[in-house]
């Protein structure tokens, strides 16, 4: 299942964050995210990977960071997410199985039954736990998506294709 990814979507809160939604008293939201997950997303796309989020909430912050990221794929307060999943699915012509979903909570779990690789973060709640391929041993907004990165990128045999810009040249 994993050989086959070839999109990875990610939830935000709780996954590209640690879930925490921080307002000031002006009501500006902000959100915390961590480098880990931003490097595993570009290893990703170096690899020829694609990226989408899908969002329940609404932030300026998400769009942001996306842009940063080179995510063009952005769905936000999208409470029924299976209908953002079958958007990219037409989009880009791909099937269940070559997609991996990475969430942490209820209103992740019809995309996880669909997908070929369903991914829970470690700090999901456990009925995600349960439906999911794989859990990540590091919580999310911590670094959880640049393990899962690295996870696919070294079971397609791409890592390669990352490590090759850090070898240390012959001599």
Not at 89 to 116: N, Q, S
Not at 145 to 164: G, N, S, T, Y
Request: glycine share 8%.
């Amino acid at each position: 299942m994993i050989k086959k990814i070839k999109l990875v979507i990610v939830d935000v809160d709780g996954v590209l964050t640690d879930g925490t939604i921080s307002i000031d008293s002006q009501g500006v939201e902000t959100k915390a995210f961590h480098v880990l997950d931003g490097t595993g997303i570009s290893y990703l796309h170096r690899a020829g990977i694609k990226t989408a989020i899908i969002s329940g909430r609404n932030s300026s912050a998400v769009i942001h960071r996306a842009k940063e990221l080179n995510i063009g794929d952005v769905y936000q307060g999208v409470m029924i997410k299976l209908d953002a999943y079958k958007q990219l699915l037409g989009k880009y012509a791909l099937r269940d199985e070559e997609i991996c979903y990475i969430g942490d909570d209820l209103i992740d779990l019809p995309v996880l039954y669909r997908v070929g690789f369903p991914v829970a973060v470690a700090n999901a709640c456990p009925l995600v736990k349960k439906h999911s391929a794989y859990v990540t041993r590091t919580k999310g907004g911590c670094g959880a998506v640049r393990e899962v990165a690295e996870k696919i990128l070294k079971f397609q045999d791409k890592w390669h294709l990352i490590m090759e810009r850090y070898q240390k040249p012959a001599t």
